[in-house]
């Protein structure tokens, strides 16, 4: 079993950064990417970003690509979400997932964090 545990949403203006944590806990040894997806009210939960564990190899959604980056620390076992120049369209409660694949599905995720609520002022 494996815990997740999302920090570091908040409320900031428009064009403002943020930085999000995933610390992961429990029996980790099957997860070989770790994932970050995001839902707005009324909205479908949505891709935004994915790491491998041992390469560092990334994925992002076409809407955070060169605005967003994750990053990770295996001793720590812990990954993150720097978001920068954020607009409004990213409000949106963040949850980050661990899968034993490297997916931009969410069905290829098995572990899922209660979520962060990120909301960005106009």
């Known amino acids: 079993q494996v815990q997740l545990v999302e920090s570091g949403g908040g409320l900031v203006q428009a064009g403002g950064s943020l930085r999000l944590s995933c610390a992961a806990s429990?029996?980790?040894?099957?997860?070989?990417?770790m994932g970050w997806f995001r839902q707005a009210p009324g909205k479908e939960r949505e891709f935004v970003a994915a790491?491998?564990?041992?390469?560092?190899?990334?994925l992002y959604a076409d809407s955070v690509k060169g605005r967003f980056a994750i990053s990770r620390d295996n001793a720590k076992n812990t990954v993150y979400l720097q978001m920068n120049s954020l607009n409004a369209e990213d409000t949106a409660i963040y949850y980050c997932?661990?899968?034993?694949?490297?997916?931009?599905?969410?069905?290829?995720?098995?572990?899922w964090g209660q979520g962060t609520q990120v909301t960005v002022s106009s």
């Open positions: 997932a661990t899968s034993p694949s490297y997916s931009r599905l969410a069905r290829a995720y098995d572990y």
């Open positions: 429990g029996r980790t040894f099957t997860s070989y990417a």
């Open positions: 790491i491998k564990w041992t390469s560092g190899m990334t």
